[in-house]
């Protein structure tokens, strides 16, 4: 009996270090957003708290994570990624000022092209059934 109680201890104990580690990794991570940013050049933010919503939002429509466009040790150093997200964000506001300007217009988004990987789909899928 007293053997049970104890493994069953273990594995009380071992599901919570599995399932605060992830939380506790991102808590870490989190704390990109805890000063204020030194190299914007085309976001404007009042709050560094402001970004981490954007940024999330990237993630999500290239299906990458924080590493793909920055160095984790140094999150205002340039990448080649970096600068090319630089100009997709300037291009994805021309075409909310210039293009998408009907009223209630759906606003021009990352993952209106991206829609979860890096390299955009040109061509459409194969025709069915072929
Ligand atoms: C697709 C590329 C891309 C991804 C993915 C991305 N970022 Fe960024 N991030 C940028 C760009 C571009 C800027 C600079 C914007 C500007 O110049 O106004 C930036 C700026 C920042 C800054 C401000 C740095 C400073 O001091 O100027 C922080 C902090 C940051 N990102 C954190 C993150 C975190 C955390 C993630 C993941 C959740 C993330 N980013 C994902 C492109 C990206
Ligand atoms: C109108 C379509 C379109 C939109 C909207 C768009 N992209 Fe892109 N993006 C592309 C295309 C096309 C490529 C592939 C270019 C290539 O093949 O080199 C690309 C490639 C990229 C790359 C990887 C290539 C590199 O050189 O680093 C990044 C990073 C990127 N986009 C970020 C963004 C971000 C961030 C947004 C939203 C602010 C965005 N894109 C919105 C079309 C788009």
């Known amino acids: ?8 201890g273990w594995v ?8 605060c580690t992830p939380w506790a990794l991102s808590q870490r991570r989190g ?8 190299n914007l050049k085309v976001l404007e933010v009042d709050d560094p708290e402001d970004l981490r919503p ?3 939002n990237f993630d999500r429509s290239l299906g990458v994570t924080c590493g793909f466009c ?3 040790e140094d999150w205002a150093e340039d990448t080649p ?3 090319t997200a630089r100009k997709m964000i ?10 998408f300007t009907w009223e209630r ?26």
């Open 12 to 19: 009380v104990f071992v599901v919570a270090v599995g399932l």
């Open 31 to 38: 704390s990109a957003f805890s000063k204020p940013p030194t």
């Open 81 to 83: 990624h970096k600068e």
């Open 105 to 130: 217009a759906p606003r021009a988004t990352c993952n209106m092209c991206h829609n979860g990987s890096v390299y955009p789909h040109f061509n459409p899928p194969a025709p069915a059934g072929e």
């Open 1 to 8: 009996m007293d053997s049970l109680r104890w493994s069953r």
């Open 90 to 99: 300037e291009m994805v506001r021309e075409i909310n000022a210039e293009v």
């Open 70 to 72: 920055h160095n984790r």
């Open 54 to 56: 954007i940024m999330q």
